[in-house]
């Protein structure tokens, strides 16, 4: 076996997988929540296979608990518990490595980073950049270094994959003293899941990565789109921080900069309460009162009105970039659909694309409204671009991250 522990650490929870790089198979899962309240939660969940008829079968077991975790050092002594207690045993067969989800590497991580003392600061500096995620990303990374001291522990980075993008791209028409000074430009997110959806996609329409021109959908609360050519993301819809672009669950994504001065000034808000607004009280829940598409889709075959115009909000922005990408790239040979939404709505697939003929994009509506799962092409035979839905694998591409830089 090889086994790599990949964790993603909140400020009150961390979520972990345990997968198995021989064959990529996971062979545990669990979550760690409600780190410092009066009573902590956990759940552990092993998978096994069994032959049962022509192919094994995947089986579960999931195991829960509550304690108290006062904070992420203790969240890692009741994870290795429940290893302990539940399986995998992690004495017979020890991680080889650990990998971390990080959100933002700045301009300074392009590719995934062997954590080191110094490296450990650098997450600490950026955290200027992205308060609410790297200070807990930096509290899971020393927790699990005092958990397992003897592995390799590796930071992949949300931003990495984008930076390829041209200086045309990633640059905002401020003052260049004062956006080099405090570093103001684009970095992009969701940048494992960009990498790990375009390289599926590559495979499975069995072309080179490195001759396909990519738009990648990735639409879950959060939400951005990806232009990718050869492999190298090249345009992004998200900005300094998660904010900018598509429309979200609770995000407002593109917005009128002055539409916030005329807030500070009319309505009198603050600058933490332009910041709830439009991460907290915007997007979907902000035109609907609700954030999960399956909500405001359920009210648009009712016929609610601000239900319908949320939706019609959302799609036109999808339409937007999608269009605005085509030209970026000259043109597209594989548009993929990831995440929550993009896997899970047909409607949000074909209204998105339901404008594109003049590209060459061409739905098949009974292959898009099929229930099956897994990789699948949606586009008609005939289409002169590919569309699909992948479903995304952010902690396998982490774990394959890790894995590559634990060998060398």
Do not use: C, W
């Not at 829940?285 to 319908?308: F, H, Y």
């Not at 061409?362 to 099929?370: F, G, K, V, Y």
């Not at 586009?379 to 982490?398: F, G, K, Q, R, Y």
């Amino acid at each position: 076996m090889t086994p790599v522990l990949v964790i993603n650490s909140g400020s009150s929870s961390f979520k972990y997988q345990l997968i198995d790089m021989t064959d990529e198979t996971v062979l545990a899962s669990g979550l760690v929540e409600r780190i410092g309240e009066a009573t902590g939660s956990a759940t552990h969940t092993v998978f096994f296979r069994a032959a049962d008829g022509p192919a094994p079968a995947v089986h579960k077991a999931t195991y829960s608990l509550e304690a108290e975790i006062p904070d992420h050092a203790a969240g890692f002594e009741v994870m290795s518990r429940a290893f302990d207690d539940h399986g995998p045993s992690l004495q017979a067969d020890p991680p080889v490595a650990v990998g971390h989800r990080v959100v933002h590497g700045g301009a300074r991580f392009f590719e995934p980073t062997l954590v080191t003392p110094l490296v450990e600061i650098n997450i600490d500096e950026l955290s200027v950049l992205a308060p609410l995620h790297n200070p807990a990303n930096l509290q899971g990374i020393v927790a699990a270094k005092k958990a397992f001291p003897a592995v390799p522990h590796v930071a992949v980075f949300d931003t990495a994959f984008h930076q390829t993008l041209p200086p045309a791209a990633y640059t905002y028409a401020i003052d260049a003293e004062l956006a080099a000074a405090h570093r103001v430009r684009r970095y992009g997110f969701h940048g494992t899941s960009h990498k790990f959806v375009s390289e599926a996609a590559a495979e499975f329409v069995g072309r080179p990565l490195e001759d396909l021109r990519q738009i990648v959908f990735h639409l879950g609360n959060g939400a951005s789109v990806a232009a990718i050519e050869g492999g190298r993301s090249v345009e992004t819809s998200m900005g300094l921080t998660p904010l900018e672009g598509l429309v979200m669950g609770t995000r407002s994504g593109d917005l009128d900069p002055a539409v916030l001065l005329h807030l500070a000034r009319r309505a009198g808000l603050s600058t933490d309460e332009l910041d709830t607004l439009l991460n907290k009280r915007s997007g979907m829940l902000g035109l609907t009162g609700a954030s999960d598409m399956r909500d405001i889709q359920a009210r648009v075959e009712r016929g609610d009105e601000a239900a319908t115009l949320a939706f019609d909000v959302y799609v036109h922005r999808l339409r937007a970039y999608a269009g605005a990408y085509i030209a970026q790239l000259g043109g597209v040979d594989v548009i993929s659909f990831t995440a929550g939404v993009g896997e899970n709505a047909p409607r949000v697939r074909e209204e998105a694309l339901a404008t594109l003929g003049f590209a060459g994009v061409h739905i098949d509506r009974e292959r898009n409204a099929t229930p099956e799962r897994g990789i699948r092409m949606i586009s008609t035979t005939d289409s002169a671009v590919t569309v699909l839905v992948v479903p995304t694998d952010e902690e396998l591409e982490i774990a394959r991250q890790t894995l590559g830089v634990a060998r060398a």
